[in-house]
């Protein structure tokens, strides 16, 4: 995948390469011999500083509960010193991240996959469902199309299923989780989302079947080989961004949201007018919808994200979508995502079925309905994770 926040830290980096000699032996007895007692002095004083600077950077790394070996040399310091830095903007991120993380949590939870690897997202696109790289990855986690496809990603006129948070983070744990298996080491499937498999096998191979990052970093694409230490970089910074006097913002929309399953077309503007919602919220909640309209069927149904409002508005927003046929299933979700409750159900509501299609997984069809993958199981006695093609499966409790 490509990104948008490394290529320009990279250049940026180079700022750094100087400063970075302080961690290689020497470079203390070489400086002083140009230096006389009171300069010595002081610049010993320095050097002093930023080693035991280091080494709470490093304790700090180690004390970070993970599956990811979270490593501390001079390119992670170099990263950390430019994220650290960039105060307001790494502020605006963490106020997202209170939208988006519970999202990837119960994700990669369900996938597996170690939740710290969620900060991958914002080396990625800063956690920005709109995002597109000058090479055309798009979403918060930065896919090309080809692989996008691979991963069962849906594209066409009216969606880019790449926008969706919940549908790339599904694709992502998939990605992550298939290059674990291969490589059997985190760093190296988190370096491989940059740069491809084959671009780790080769590397490997080149430095004699190594199996760690930091030994086949200088085979790897130079790209690469940054992008591996900023995601160690952003971990920290996360964790102890107050360390640094960077102050968290508010996150700028609201945390409480219901999901509303809809089947047939509908614009999110009429859907903005009907709730008496903000179009541009709306559009952010729901940046899938390349057109702002929701081009769904009773075959294929789409979720819909919309902030949480009185009853009123839901009895509004059900009429205006059944006035032919259809229905709408709606569940909520406050703060934490994947925690649905029932928040507004029509008149003699009948449990509602999904016929399995090739290709589907249960994760896929909890995931379109706006339920959890257990209570998906539980309702169909289902003792597997496996949803067989053509299986009728019943997608709500009753």
């Not at 010993?44 to 040399?73: C, E, F, G, H, M």
């Not at 919602?277 to 819909?304: C, E, G, T």
């Amino acid at each position: 995948m490509k990104r948008l926040f490394v290529p320009i830290l990279c250049l940026i980096s180079l700022q750094f390469a100087n400063a970075s000699s302080i961690f290689k032996s020497g470079a203390l007895n070489t400086s002083t011999q140009l230096l006389g007692d009171t300069t010595f002095a002081h610049a010993a004083a320095n050097i002093a500083q930023l080693n035991a600077d280091q080494s709470v950077i490093k304790q700090r790394l180690d004390a970070i509960t993970k599956d990811v070996p979270l490593d501390y040399n001079e390119f992670v310091q170099n990263y950390i010193d430019i994220y650290s830095q960039n105060r307001e903007e790494i502020g605006h991120v963490i106020g997202l991240s209170k939208y988006y993380f519970p999202i990837y949590e119960k994700i990669f939870r369900d996938a597996g996959i170690p939740p710290e690897i969620e900060y991958l997202s914002i080396v990625e696109s800063k956690l920005d469902p709109n995002a597109i790289s000058r090479v055309g990855a798009t979403g918060p986690w930065q896919f090309m199309g080809t692989t996008a496809k691979m991963y069962g990603l849906n594209m066409d006129g009216y969606i880019d299923e790449r926008r969706d948070p919940v549908r790339a983070s599904y694709a992502a744990a998939a990605y992550l989780k298939d290059a674990y298996e291969e490589f059997g080491d985190w760093l190296l499937a988190i370096a491989s989302y940059n740069c491809g498999k084959s671009n780790i096998e080769n590397a490997m191979a080149k430095a004699g079947g190594a199996t760690d990052f930091w030994t086949i970093r200088q085979y790897l694409p130079v790209e690469t080989r940054n992008y591996v230490p900023a995601y160690i970089a952003v971990a920290y910074v996360m964790n102890y961004y107050s360390k640094h006097n960077i102050t968290a913002q508010p996150c700028s929309f609201s945390l409480n949201i219901d999901t509303v399953l809809v089947d047939r077309q509908i614009s999110l503007n009429n859907i903005s007018n009907i709730l008496g919602v903000d179009a541009k919220l709306l559009s952010l909640l729901n940046p899938a919808y390349r057109m702002q309209v929701i081009n769904a069927s009773a075959h294929s149904p789409r979720r819909l994200i919309i902030p949480q409002t009185d009853t009123k508005r839901y009895a509004a927003l059900y009429d205006a979508l059944n006035n032919s046929s259809g229905t709408v299933n709606s569940t909520s979700s406050q703060k934490t995502y994947g925690t649905l409750h029932s928040s507004y159900n029509a008149p003699d509501d009948k449990p509602a079925y999904h016929k399995v299609k090739r290709g589907e997984t249960l994760a896929d069809i909890a995931d379109t309905y706006g339920v959890d993958v257990n209570d998906l199981k539980t309702w169909n006695h289902l003792h597997h994770n496996k949803a067989v093609v053509g299986q009728r499966l019943k997608i709500s409790h009753g």
